[in-house]
């Protein structure tokens, strides 16, 4: 009995990184949309597909590749073996497919369509369609692709109606200017429920730049090396210059946002319904990680102090989801990233305008985790506490610092609601960690002491 299309589909799936609903059993799969890319042997075929699961659907998008016989090489990308139009056919992924993921090259350099499928270049750029892709394995939610040296094409696997934030804000940043982000080049897009669509993004791959969260792990590893006594500042591989570099920049990158879309405020009595979410999470951490209720007295009154704030609070598009790993030390500049927002949260809470602190939040708190993620699991991991301690806190002052320099707005009343978004954030990872990583739960914990 020959398997259908939608059977190998539903079968594959769920082995997926970037499948959302591991764990669950599921009750059915469709082909929403399926437009031809690439005719002949090999051919190459764009899906959207609608998975049930429950009273859940989500869609997903899936470029199969199509082969009479898939050489060893690609093996690793088999779906499987299904018989289409009168003959037996190899389906694959076809973004391990050099051969077929040049197509996505040319349709963007071209402006073309696919049926509902529309390619764009971004305006005032030429893009070199020789290039070879290359699959990148780090990313859990999108697949991304290198060409060559020069491109770096992130696909959105699961799909939500509208434009993704990423695409609107790297293009009007880079419109504006900015050297704080990578130069699109170009975007794909189709109409889902009636809405544009975004289902991928290429830009500037950078190559010879070196990722934050990797920098800083080298200066701690440096600092737990060193002589006993010795302080932070005299470690070598000191990350402080570059932690308030990286402040300044998040503060430019914060102007420009706020000069290229709309800005707000938010009154006391919606500063009080926020805290009152914030408050009941913390209540439902307790519940789920118990070791959490000895220090929600801590977060307890951080959250009491903002919700007394009589003024109302500047909002803006930020990034979202800031931390280590969204930015990149090019040899000039650091550089960020993924302005896609939390890829669980729903798309018009990623596009809503917030508190430029959160994104400061965000990263203070990732400077807590790159102190302390080393120590779990190390004998010695009690001696080191007061040198992670020293390395996190050198290294916040001096991005706040940076941050102040840069025109970001720390001042009176700013720190108490910065001190609720930081612990805010930490309630959300002690439950993370409880679920996922419980050796790491003891990172987030730290932050109510």
Not at 37 to 48: E, N, Q, R, V, Y
């Amino acid at each position: 009995m020959t398997t259908s299309l939608q059977g190998l589909l539903a079968g594959w799936i769920t082995g997926q990184r970037w499948f959302a609903g591991k764990g669950r059993a599921i009750d059915d799969l469709s082909i929403d949309s399926e437009i031809e890319i690439a005719a002949g042997d090999p051919a190459m075929l764009h899906l959207i597909v609608c998975v049930r699961q429950g009273d859940q659907r989500t869609r997903y998008q899936i470029p199969v590749g199509l082969r009479e016989r898939l050489p060893d090489r690609l093996e690793h990308a088999r779906i499987g073996g299904c018989r289409r139009d009168g003959r037996e056919v190899e389906v694959y992924d076809a973004l391990h497919d050099a051969a077929l993921t040049g197509h996505l090259l040319e349709g963007m350099a071209g402006d073309r369509r696919f049926g509902g499928l529309a390619f764009h270049r971004a305006r005032g750029v030429e893009i070199d369609t020789s290039l070879r892709s290359l699959v990148l394995t780090a990313e859990q939610s999108n697949t991304s692709l290198v060409y060559g040296d020069k491109y770096i094409f992130k696909l959105f696997r699961q799909l939500t109606p509208g434009i993704n934030p990423e695409l609107e804000i790297v293009t009007a940043l880079a419109d504006a200017g900015s050297t704080h982000v990578a130069k699109p080049y170009g975007w794909i897009e189709t109409t889902l429920t009636g809405e544009p669509t975004t289902l991928a993004i290429m830009q500037e791959y950078l190559q010879h730049a070196t990722e934050g969260w990797a920098m800083a792990l080298t200066s701690v590893r440096d600092l737990y090396a060193c002589p006993e006594g010795m302080p932070a500042e005299d470690a070598g591989g000191d990350f402080a210059a570059e932690a308030r570099r990286l402040g300044l920049a998040t503060a430019q990158v914060h102007g420009e946002l706020a000069r290229a879309f709309p800005t707000g405020t938010i009154e006391p009595p919606e500063i009080k319904r926020m805290t009152e979410r914030f408050r009941r999470r913390l209540d439902l951490a307790v519940a789920e990680v118990p070791p959490l209720g000895e220090h929600a007295g801590v977060a307890a009154e951080a959250f009491d102090r903002l919700s007394d704030l009589g003024h109302e609070i500047p909002v803006q598009r930020v990034h979202g989801d800031y931390h280590l790993g969204q930015v990149m030390r090019t040899m000039t500049d650091w550089v960020v990233l993924d302005f896609e927002g939390e890829p669980g949260q729903p798309l018009a809470e990623r596009r809503a305008l917030d508190s430029p602190l959160r994104d400061v939040a965000g990263m203070l708190r990732s400077f807590d985790y790159a102190a302390r993620h080393l120590l779990a699991g190390r004998p010695d991991a009690g001696e080191l506490e007061s040198r992670a301690r020293e390395w996190a806190e050198r290294n916040r002052a001096a991005f706040l610092a940076g941050y102040s320099a840069g025109g970001g707005r720390i001042r009176g009343d700013d720190a108490v609601l910065l001190r609720a978004l930081e612990l805010s954030k930490a309630v959300y990872e002690v439950v993370y960690e409880a679920r996922n990583r419980p050796s790491w739960l003891p990172i987030p914990l730290a932050a109510f002491r």
